[in-house]
């Protein structure tokens, strides 16, 4: 068996998100479809990590497996021209049959792009969350320093909407930046992993911080909840996308 | 009498361009619409210029009038809320009751985006128009140069679809630069005024000369001809922005 790693970048506006879904049009459903097009059979593409409805990606990555030996050059020409515009195959590269997408990624980075700008940008509209009220940075960087590290994140994970409350929340945070953008502020996420909805409600509960509406000091009453109903609400899908998956060397 | 001159941005992708049209849903008709909500009466927006379906505008500019003294901020608040995310009053200012969007304005500046990328960003392809041949820059500055001056651009005109084929097609055109970026090239045209697809007529054509389909000793010849078909094709509408309006001090 032949196994090839794929880079994707998607712009998710128009899909239920990466995994295939029985409602709605997802982006693994739309690259098996052009896979099974061009190898004939049907072949399964694991993704590194789910991405929700509307979020975006700029590197997701994914495997795939097949008894063909391809050239993947024109291999990726090919699936590129069955694929939707907004979904683009950057690479695809020959990998260890052992190698899997999802098990095997170490790290993953995220960014989540806010605009503070007072009358939103219609080319950014959906690529960046448009935040009307007035924030405090101060406190954004602050909440976001009580973020980083290892921490059980049951609270900021909606993992229970998919029937794995059970398993285990304990992620490490590597870093988490805030970097100024021309009209806003660019969340940049690096993590061993995240569960799902992390990064959104993470970012929803800062911004809760940083508009005043919830205290600095709640942070750690959340986190150890270990409940949902303790933090705050996602923030938008939009605003989110993929940059990078990392593997061991 | 009160007259407003409104800034506008939008992104075309969902529009039939800027005028009122029979068939499809224009800039202009929403707008007229929220003035209408507000205002309780029929008002007409006059556009510096029409935009093509699917031509963005970083900075389209229109006035109306109104009995009314108006709130300028509150209004614009208002008229943004009623209008859809991809289209955004950017500003509103009063002027002299005789100031008229389209007939006072002295020049115009748009910009074409080309990516010349192998793979196009997902996230640009409703805002680049992706060149796959291979484009002999050195071809496209020598072609630009060509085009800047004072001419009669019939050839380079669709005004006949219009049924104004008879009016005055000279026009002059002040710059034509080329300025790289990331992943292509912007096409800055400042001109005097434009005429009906002149400046993607213009671009295709340029296009056509760097791709070496076309001659650049073709240009005066086309230009001469006064005839639509001596010149090429209308490059595609959605790398098209209409990026400023200038009047008089």
Request: charged content about 25%.
């Amino acid at each position: 068996m032949y196994n090839y790693k794929m880079t994707i970048a998607y712009d998710g506006t128009l899909y239920c998100g990466w995994q295939v879904q029985p409602n709605g049009t997802s982006i693994q459903e739309l690259i098996q479809k052009a896979l099974k097009v061009i190898l004939r059979c049907d072949v399964n593409a694991t993704g590194a990590g789910r991405t929700d409805a509307g979020v975006h990606a700029c590197a997701q990555i994914a495997n795939f497996k097949t008894e063909e030996e391809l050239n993947i050059f024109r291999f990726k020409h090919s699936l590129n021209g069955l694929l939707p515009h907004d979904i683009r195959i950057l690479e695809i590269i020959p990998v260890p049959e052992e190698f899997h997408a999802q098990r095997d990624a170490v790290s993953k980075i995220y960014h989540y792009y806010i605009t503070t700008s007072r009358i939103q940008d219609p080319f950014k509209r959906l690529y960046r969350y448009h935040v009307r009220e007035k924030i405090d940075i101060e406190l954004l960087h602050k909440a976001a320093k009580q973020f980083v590290g290892t921490h059980d994140f049951t609270s900021f994970s909606n993992e229970a909407h998919l029937g794995a409350a059970s398993k285990n929340a304990v992620r490490k945070i590597m870093r988490l930046d805030l970097i100024e953008e021309q009209d806003g502020w660019r969340l940049e996420f690096e993590g061993d992993g995240f569960l799902y909805k992390m990064v959104r409600n993470i970012v929803g509960t800062m911004l809760d911080i940083a508009k005043g509406n919830r205290q600095l000091g709640e942070i750690p009453i959340m986190l150890a909840a270990r409940d949902r109903r303790a933090a705050g609400q996602a923030a938008p899908a939009h605003g989110l996308f993929l940059i990078q998956v990392a593997y061991p060397d």
